[in-house]
C-alpha cells in the first residue's frame, strides 16, 4: 500500500535526503546535458548514475530496503532531475510509475516480489506501454505457458531497462506483463531520431514468438482486469509524470538562463544602461516567466496530492473519487504545458542573440518539450476538464486519461 500523504518523521527525513541527492545528480546531468543531447547515445551511463545515488528504489517500503516515499514524493524527485535533464528526468517519471503497475494489476504475492527486487537490486524499469502504434502486441496461449508477438512504433528505456513492463492483448482483454531484459525474441529497433528527448532510448520494439511464463503475467489471465476505479489510475500515474518533468524543465531551462545571463549578456545599446540585469524588459519577462512558473509548481504539487489521496484510499475508491483526481492532473498538465513551452522559448528573449550558438544546446529544452507534449495532446485534457466544470461527466477512462 502506498505510503500516505502525512508522513512520518523519519519518512520526512528520507524524502529530504532523496531530494538532496536529485539536486546532486541534476547538477551534474546539467554541465553535461548539451554535449550528451548532441551525441544522442544510449543513457546506460545516465541511469548508472540514477542508481549510484539510490534514486530507483525510494518508492518501496523502507524495510524492504527502499526510501517509503509515496508515489506523489517520488514525482517530485522526477521534477528535480528535469532541472538538469529532461529526457532523463522522462525516463526516471516513468520507471517510477511502472514500477506500481504491479500494485494495481497483480497479485499481493506477485506486487511483493517485485517490489522486493526493486529495493534490494535496485532495477530500473523500461516500458512498452504506449497504447498507439504499429500492429500491437498479441498474447497468446502455447501448451503450458504463453508467447508474445507484435510491435509496438514507441516505448521508452526498453532497450537499456532491467525489468520491462508491457501491455498486449489477450482474446479481447488487456494485460498487463512484467519482464526481465533479455527475452527471446524481444528486439529494441533502435529507430528514434527525433528533435527532441534523444536520450530516452525511445522508438519501436518488436516481439517474435516470444515465450512469456505464467508468473510474467500481472493477476490472472483467465480473469483479466476489470478496470475497477484503483485500477484506472494507471493513467493519473503517467500524467503526474509528464506534469513533473515539464515544469522541472521550465525551471532549470529559467535559472540557466539567468546564470548564463549574469556572466554573459549585454545591455542593449539604446538602454542607457551598464548591466542587462538592470533591463526593464528583461526584469519584466524575468518577473512574468517566475510567476507564472511558480504558478505551475503549485498546481503539480496539488494534483499529486489529488493522486496520492486517491492512491491511499485504495480499493474502496468510487468514480467520483477517481475523476476528482484525474481532473485535478489535467488541470496541472494544460498549465504545466502552456507555462513550460513559452518559458522555454522566451528565454533568449532574457539571454540574448549569442546565447543562441550551438554549443551552448539551450534549444534542447523546447526540443524536449514540444517532442513529448505532442504525445498526447494537451488540448484533450482542457476538454475533460471543461467537461467536468460543466457538465460533472468525468473524463472516460483510457490509457491516455
Known amino acids: 500500500m502506498t505510503t500516505s500523504l502525512s508522513p512520518d518523521t523519519t519518512t520526512t527525513s528520507a524524502f529530504d535526503e532523496a531530494l538532496h541527492r536529485a539536486d546532486?545528480?541534476?547538477?551534474?546531468?546539467?554541465?553535461?546535458?548539451?554535449?550528451?543531447?548532441?551525441?544522442?547515445?544510449?543513457?546506460?551511463?545516465?541511469i548508472e548514475l540514477l542508481r549510484s545515488h539510490d534514486l530507483l528504489q525510494v518508492g518501496?517500503?523502507?524495510?524492504?530496503?527502499?526510501?517509503?516515499?509515496?508515489?506523489?514524493?517520488?514525482?517530485?524527485?522526477?521534477?528535480?532531475?528535469?532541472?538538469?535533464d529532461t529526457s532523463i528526468a522522462h525516463l526516471l517519471g516513468y520507471h517510477y510509475a511502472q514500477q506500481r503497475i504491479a500494485h494495481l494489476f497483480g497479485t499481493p504475492e506477485q506486487a511483493e516480489a517485485l517490489s522486493r527486487r526493486?529495493?534490494?537490486?535496485?532495477?530500473?524499469?523500461?516500458?512498452?506501454?504506449?497504447?498507439?502504434?504499429?500492429?500491437?502486441?498479441?498474447?497468446?496461449?502455447?501448451?503450458?505457458?504463453?508467447?508474445?508477438?507484435?510491435r509496438r512504433t514507441f516505448a521508452s528505456g526498453a532497450g537499456v531497462?532491467?525489468?520491462?513492463?508491457?501491455?498486449?492483448?489477450?482474446?479481447?482483454?488487456?494485460?498487463?506483463?512484467?519482464l526481465p531484459a533479455g527475452k527471446e525474441g524481444f528486439t529494441p529497433l533502435g529507430d528514434w531520431d527525433n528533435?527532441?528527448?534523444?536520450?530516452?532510448?525511445?522508438?519501436?520494439?518488436?516481439?517474435?514468438?516470444?515465450?512469456?511464463?505464467?508468473?510474467?503475467?500481472?493477476?490472472?489471465?483467465?480473469?483479466?482486469?476489470?478496470?475497477?476505479?484503483?485500477?484506472?489510475?494507471?493513467?493519473?500515474?503517467?500524467?503526474?509524470?509528464?506534469?513533473?518533468?515539464?515544469i522541472g524543465t521550465a525551471e532549470g531551462a529559467l535559472d540557466e538562463a539567468l546564470d548564463w545571463t549574469r556572466l554573459n549578456a549585454s545591455a542593449w545599446e539604446t538602454s542607457g544602461l551598464e548591466a542587462a540585469t538592470d533591463d526593464p524588459y528583461i526584469l519584466e519577462l524575468v518577473g512574468e516567466l517566475r510567476a507564472e512558473i511558480t504558478a505551475a509548481v503549485l498546481l503539480a504539487d496539488r494534483a499529486g496530492d489529488a493522486l496520492q489521496h486517491a492512491l491511499d484510499i485504495g480499493e474502496a475508491?468510487?468514480?467520483?473519487?477517481?475523476?476528482?483526481?484525474?481532473?485535478?492532473?489535467?488541470?496541472?498538465?494544460?498549465?504545466?504545458?502552456?507555462?513550460?513551452?513559452?518559458?522555454?522559448?522566451?528565454?533568449?528573449?532574457?539571454?540574448?542573440?549569442?546565447?543562441?550558438?550551438?554549443?551552448?544546446?539551450?534549444?534542447?529544452?523546447?526540443?524536449?518539450?514540444?517532442?513529448?507534449?505532442?504525445?498526447?495532446?494537451?488540448?484533450?485534457?482542457?476538454?475533460?476538464?471543461?467537461?467536468?466544470?460543466?457538465n460533472h461527466r468525468a473524463p472516460q477512462f483510457s490509457l491516455y486519461s
Open 60 to 84: 518501496e517500503p523502507v524495510e524492504l530496503g527502499g526510501s517509503g516515499l509515496n508515489y506523489a514524493q517520488t514525482q517530485q524527485i522526477t521534477r528535480r532531475i528535469a532541472r538538469g
Open 161 to 178: 531497462g532491467d525489468q520491462l513492463s508491457v501491455t498486449a492483448t489477450f482474446g479481447d482483454a488487456l494485460v498487463f506483463l512484467s
Open 195 to 246: 528533435i527532441g528527448q534523444r536520450l530516452t532510448d525511445s522508438g519501436g520494439v518488436e516481439f517474435v514468438n516470444t515465450p512469456i511464463s505464467r508468473d510474467e503475467i500481472l493477476g490472472d489471465p483467465d480473469s483479466p482486469p476489470t478496470f475497477t476505479a484503483f485500477q484506472q489510475l494507471v493513467t493519473p500515474h503517467w500524467q503526474l509524470a509528464f506534469v513533473n518533468f515539464y
Open 317 to 390: 475508491l468510487t468514480d467520483e473519487q477517481r475523476a476528482v483526481a484525474a481532473v485535478a492532473i489535467a488541470e496541472a498538465k494544460y498549465v504545466t504545458t502552456k507555462v513550460s513551452l513559452d518559458a522555454a522559448s522566451r528565454l533568449f528573449e532574457i539571454q540574448g542573440a549569442r546565447a543562441t550558438t550551438t554549443d551552448y544546446g539551450f534549444d534542447r529544452h523546447w526540443r524536449n518539450l514540444r517532442t513529448h507534449t505532442v504525445h498526447d495532446p494537451v488540448a484533450y485534457k482542457a476538454r475533460e476538464v471543461g467537461d467536468w466544470t460543466l
Open 118 to 150: 526493486n529495493a534490494q537490486e535496485k532495477l530500473f524499469w523500461g516500458g512498452v506501454q504506449n497504447p498507439r502504434g504499429g500492429s500491437g502486441l498479441v498474447l497468446t496461449r502455447d501448451e503450458d505457458g504463453f508467447r508474445l508477438n507484435g
Open 24 to 46: 546532486l545528480v541534476a547538477a551534474e546531468l546539467r554541465a553535461t546535458a548539451a554535449e550528451r543531447d548532441r551525441a544522442n547515445a544510449a543513457p546506460t551511463a545516465e
